[in-house]
């Protein structure tokens, strides 16, 4: 269990709620002993999708409170999410949108977009795996590499930001409210800012402006889904700054590492969020009782 997870665990432990880690690919697990689980750090899903879909029906069958929700899991877990994000308004990195068994040549998209450079990634996958940057002179190299990709995945070739070097910002959100932040600078001789890759984690206090954009993406994602923000349970709002604007990298839904330490009473915001979850719940839970009709024998 992470530093985060350990922290979570002993707040909600002492507001009287049962809390324990476990696994999501332990078969033993008896699921609708729960009243809750919430996903945290299951990074490696994505080697195992499959199996990771089928255990969402299961928690969906046992009639378990899932934080975040199962709907949102499926539409987060695929990096097209992106291009629904961006046909609602929300300002990404351009994007060229590669479907699985697509054949295109990678010189090519750049030349038509008119990048130099650019960031190849798969449409599946957490902490930076699979990512790799290529540039206008060595496309074709790297065009056996892209085909052994497609061949197994959809893809998106992202004209590469400069602006990265300076850090990638990560606004965490509770219920749709902003806790906190920090910025993930990669390396030197890296362009990932992910800590498997040497990147660090700084302090970052984002303006009001930011802010306000990275909560406009939670409102459009909340409308690709049909909910509200506040029925987001956590998030974490990836992404760099060019000029006064934010875009956005990633959305992180599933099982971001939320930096509970650099946010003041970040801790007890999230549990907040957990319980006011599973209020919700209750509360649906007993409209939908009192709407069954009821007859005498």
């Given at each position: 269990?992470?530093?985060?997870?350990?922290?979570?665990?002993?707040?909600?432990?002492?507001?009287?709620?049962?809390?324990?880690?476990?696994?999501?690919?332990?078969?033993?697990?008896?699921?609708?002993?729960?009243?809750?689980?919430?996903?945290?750090?299951?990074?490696?899903?994505?080697?195992?999708?499959?199996?990771?879909?089928?255990?969402?029906?299961?928690?969906?069958?046992?009639?378990?409170?899932?934080?975040?929700?199962?709907?949102?899991?499926?539409?987060?877990?695929?990096?097209?999410?992106?291009?629904?994000?961006?046909?609602?308004?929300?300002?990404?990195?351009?994007?060229?949108?590669?479907?699985?068994?697509?054949?295109?040549?990678?010189?090519?998209?750049?030349?038509?977009?008119?990048?130099?450079?650019?960031?190849?990634?798969?449409?599946?996958?957490?902490?930076?795996?699979?990512?790799?940057?290529?540039?206008?002179?060595?496309?074709?190299?790297?065009?056996?590499?892209?085909?052994?990709?497609?061949?197994?995945?959809?893809?998106?070739?992202?004209?590469?930001?400069?602006?990265?070097?300076?850090?990638?910002?990560?606004?965490?959100?509770?219920?749709?409210?902003?806790?906190?932040?920090?910025?993930?600078?990669?390396?030197?001789?890296?362009?990932?800012?992910?800590?498997?890759?040497?990147?660090?984690?700084?302090?970052?206090?984002?303006?009001?402006?930011?802010?306000?954009?990275?909560?406009?993406?939670?409102?459009?994602?909340?409308?690709?889904?049909?909910?509200?923000?506040?029925?987001?349970?956590?998030?974490?709002?990836?992404?760099?700054?060019?000029?006064?604007?934010?875009?956005?990298?990633?959305?992180?839904?599933?099982?971001?590492?939320?930096?509970?330490?650099?946010?003041?009473?970040a801790v007890a915001a999230f549990a907040d969020a957990i319980e006011a979850g599973l209020a919700r719940h209750a509360a649906a839970l007993a409209q939908d009782d009192r709407s069954i009709p009821r007859t005498d024998d």
């Amino acid at each position: 269990m992470t530093e985060d997870g350990q922290a979570l665990q002993t707040e909600l432990r002492n507001r009287g709620l049962s809390a324990e880690s476990v696994l999501w690919t332990d078969s033993t697990v008896e699921w609708d002993s729960f009243d809750a689980v919430l996903v945290r750090s299951c990074w490696e899903y994505h080697t195992q999708l499959d199996a990771f879909q089928n255990w969402l029906d299961r928690i969906e069958n046992a009639d378990v409170v899932l934080l975040n929700s199962a709907d949102t899991i499926r539409w987060n877990h695929h990096k097209f999410y992106l291009r629904d994000l961006e046909q609602s308004g929300v300002s990404i990195l351009p994007t060229t949108w590669i479907e699985r068994t697509t054949e295109i040549d990678l010189r090519t998209v750049l030349e038509y977009n008119g990048w130099q450079e650019a960031v190849v990634k798969p449409a599946v996958g957490t902490s930076s795996a699979g990512i790799w940057r290529t540039s206008h002179d060595e496309a074709q190299n790297h065009q056996q590499r892209l085909e052994d990709l497609v061949s197994n995945s959809d893809v998106l070739v992202q004209q590469f930001a400069p602006e990265i070097d300076d850090g990638e910002r990560s606004l965490v959100f509770f219920e749709g409210s902003f806790s906190h932040a920090t910025k993930q600078v990669p390396s030197s001789d890296d362009f990932r800012a992910h800590p498997n890759y040497g990147g660090i984690s700084e302090p970052y206090k984002p303006s009001h402006k930011i802010v306000e954009q990275a909560e406009a993406v939670l409102e459009a994602a909340g409308k690709e889904l049909g909910i509200s923000p506040f029925n987001f349970t956590y998030a974490r709002v990836d992404g760099i700054e060019r000029g006064s604007e934010f875009l956005l990298m990633e959305l992180e839904l599933i099982e971001p590492y939320l930096s509970l330490d650099a946010g003041e009473d970040a801790v007890a915001a999230f549990a907040d969020a957990i319980e006011a979850g599973l209020a919700r719940h209750a509360a649906a839970l007993a409209q939908d009782d009192r709407s069954i009709p009821r007859t005498d024998d």
